[in-house]
């Protein structure tokens, strides 16, 4: 089992910026990589951003990339997810969850946290 608690959403205005923190506990040795996800009131849960434990490779969805830095740090078993120059279109719950290889698919990934509310205001 790994637990995974996030944190850091909130209210922000179009520009503004927000770090989300991904703490996790538990077997994380298990889980190869650790992505973000984010779902809009009535639409889909996507993919976000990803980050591999090891090497700390990451990848990125088109939608966020060049605006939103995913990073770890291994000694704190946190994955954090810088978001700069927020829209509107942010708007979302944000999840993190962890995956044994490494994707962009919601299916392939096991544990998931409870999610944390971002609301971006033009």
């Known amino acids: 089992q790994v637990q995974l608690v996030e944190s850091g959403g909130g209210l922000a205005q179009a520009g503004d910026s927000l770090r989300l923190s991904c703490a996790a506990s538990g077997r994380t040795f298990s889980s190869y990589a650790v992505g973000w996800f984010r779902q809009a009131p009535g639409k889909e849960r996507v993919f976000v951003a990803g980050i591999t434990w090891s090497a700390g490779s990451s990848y990125y969805a088109d939608s966020v990339k060049g605006r939103f830095t995913i990073s770890r740090d291994n000694a704190k078993n946190t994955v954090y997810l810088q978001m700069n120059s927020l829209k509107p279109e942010d708007t979302a719950v944000y999840y993190c969850?962890?995956?044994?290889?490494?994707?962009?698919?919601?299916?392939?990934?096991?544990?998931w946290g409870q999610g944390t509310q971002v609301t971006v205001s033009s």
């Open positions: 969850a962890t995956a044994r290889i490494r994707s962009r698919i919601v299916n392939e990934y096991e544990y």
